[in-house]
């Protein structure tokens, strides 16, 4: 860059890419850096589903959905639980210019870029039994025409754009090692130039340093995400009081570049982490038979009718159904000693339920061809990658009775080997109480109310069945691993996105956004998610830095 930039960029990730292009509507000069090549911008936000948190939208409005900001907040603190005082005090803030924002400006603000979402609003994490406990009253959640990479695009575009007036420079394969402090505030970065590499996106790149660097600017914005595959930091911040022991077997949902590296370099300058213990890892995940970085793994979003066992063969209590609540299904599978559970379901479930996370998963979504994805969802049989892993997954077992199907779960067990006759007892109970209508099964009564739901009755969830009838089958269980994802807590940041110091004032020149910095705040989800919410939470924190700086 010919003159000084007036922000550095660290992390060309989705809230790096949104407050850089709200810095150069501004005509601010931004020198963007990333320790991957240009094949990676967008970073984690390119292989994401596309899910996007809105409140009170035409969509849900069609579907004959009400909701409002006043819903919307009630479920927010529900799931957030903040209670902590200090370390809560930004992110209780945040959280409420989150939700407002997804209730008035947010669908405006993307629409306007070009970004649109399909008509069909889901409803994920649906929580547990009470009306102001955790999860969404409604479904909430709108999945991009176009996924991860059209979130990518719209953001990605404009930015690419300002790079060819000269407003931007990216500087790829640069490490950021340190923050530069002088006279109390961050006025630059040094780092390692890392050997170059044309890898393809996602592909773990290598870590030798082949130089050095030094740039300065008026203000530095870190935004370079979490620490999602750094399994030995998970495992130093894993909150064993609150979700039980801290899973022997991991495997990962993001690549290999995400790994926390930016908060204890920001700590070591300054800066605050809180909400260390808070995370966001899922219960239902699958070994990618098809990798594309170590460790690759693919969530299951599923709908409520598979049957839950845990390690030991026993199904899981209430709340704990396929797509409830998250943290309190990792707490009853981590309690039996074992960090794995089952799905238990038929061909008929397999076909309407299972949706995989990412946008590598859904081409027909992801490729924006209508056509294609008529034929992909409506077609009989499960999804083609769907059936993929069916067929080619170490996780997956089919068999066309109970005994058969117990007989190959046992031979990819971790822990105890199941018996046969046990789970079909379980499975025959549950399926008596298709008699009637009515039931005490509560999964069945929370299926009958998952049906009530436009979206759900026609894309997401099974015509209820005995799971052990033949004409459903053959029977399919599932092995579920832990996947590893989201960081909750992060650096403290106020509405600016300043960081904040141990005395709680801003730190001059420091900025940071994303997952970094909790999604905003250093925590705005609190202790749980509300699904698509993470995306949101990027755009959000990336903007309100971006105006910021600008200003």
């Known amino acids: 860059m010919a003159q000084q930039p007036d922000v550095i960029v660290v992390g060309a990730g989705l809230a790096g890419l949104v407050a850089t292009y709200e810095l150069t509507r501004a ?54 639980g903040f209670d902590r005082d200090d370390e809560d005090h930004w992110a209780r803030q945040w959280a409420r210019a989150y939700v407002e924002f997804a209730a008035t400006e947010k669908r405006d603000y993307l629409h306007e870029l070009g970004l649109r979402v399909t008509p069909l609003v889901g409803w ?10 955790h999860g969404n009253s409604v479904p909430r959640f709108h999945l991009t025409w176009g996924t991860g990479p059209e979130v990518v695009r719209v953001f990605l575009e404009p930015v690419l754009a300002a790079e060819q007036r000269g407003l931007v420079e990216f500087a790829f394969r640069h490490r950021v090692d340190e923050l530069i402090v002088e006279n109390d505030a961050v006025v630059g970065v040094r780092g390692s130039v890392l050997e170059p590499t044309d890898l393809d996106r996602g592909r773990a790149s290598s870590r030798n340093s082949v130089g050095a660097f030094e740039f300065r600017a008026p203000a530095v914005l870190v935004s370079s995400g979490g620490i999602g595959h750094n399994h030995e930091l998970i ?21 290999a570049h995400v790994d926390g590296r930016m908060l ?12 260390r213990d808070r995370m966001w890892h899922y219960t239902e995940g699958l070994h990618n038979w098809d990798p594309i970085w170590p460790d690759h ?90 059936q993929a892993f069916v067929d080619h997954g170490v996780d997956f077992v089919v068999g066309a009775t109970v005994a058969e199907l ?48 436009l979206g759900d009755k026609l894309a997401r969830v099974a015509t209820p069945h005995r799971i052990l009838d033949p004409a459903h089958g053959p029977l399919i269980a599932v092995r579920l691993n832990i996947l590893t994802r989201k960081t909750l807590g992060g650096l403290q940041t106020n509405l600016d996105s300043q960081v904040i110091r141990a005395d709680g004032t801003p730190f001059p020149g ?16 609190g202790y749980n998610a509300l699904e698509g919410t993470f995306l949101g939470g990027c755009i959000f924190s990336g903007r309100a830095a971006g105006r910021a700086l600008a200003r």
């Open 124 to 133: 994920a994490e649906r929580g547990g039994a009470h009306a102001d406990g």
């Open 406 to 453: 117990v007989e190959g779960m046992n031979k990819i067990a971790r822990g105890p080997h199941l018996d046969a006759a046990d789970l079909e007892r379980q499975i025959a109970a549950r399926d008596r109480e298709l008699a009637n209508k009515f039931s005490k099964d509560a999964q069945l009564m929370a299926t009958a109310n998952a049906r009530r739901a």
């Open 27 to 80: 005509g601010r000069r931004v020198l963007v850096l990333d320790q991957e090549n240009r094949n990676n911008l967008g970073g984690q936000a390119f292989w994401s589903l596309g899910g996007l948190f809105l409140v009170d939208t035409p969509e849900q409005r069609r579907m004959g959905i009400k909701d409002s900001l006043e819903l919307a907040w009630q479920d927010w603190q529900g799931s957030a």
């Open 264 to 275: 204890a370099i920001t700590e070591t300058a300054g800066g605050r982490i809180v909400n």
């Open 510 to 525: 420091l900025y940071a956004a994303g997952e970094v910095a909790g999604f905003g705040g250093g925590g705005v989800h």
């Open 235 to 255: 495992r130093a911040n894993w909150p064993a009081d609150r979700l039980g022991p801290c899973p022997e077997t991991m495997i990962s949902g993001v690549p």
């Open 297 to 386: 793994a693919i969530r299951i979003i599923p709908g409520p009718s598979s049957l839950w066992f845990d390690a030991t063969g026993k199904r899981l209590p209430a709340p704990c159904f396929p797509g409830f609540d998250t943290n309190s299904t990792m707490k009853a599978i981590l309690s039996t000693g074992y960090d794995y559970s089952w799905f238990v379901l038929s061909r008929s479930i397999i076909e309407k339920e299972f949706m995989l996370s990412g946008s590598e998963q859904n081409p027909d979504i992801t490729g924006k061809d209508l056509r294609f994805a008529l034929r992909s969802r409506l077609a009989k049989g499960a999804p083609g990658p769907v």
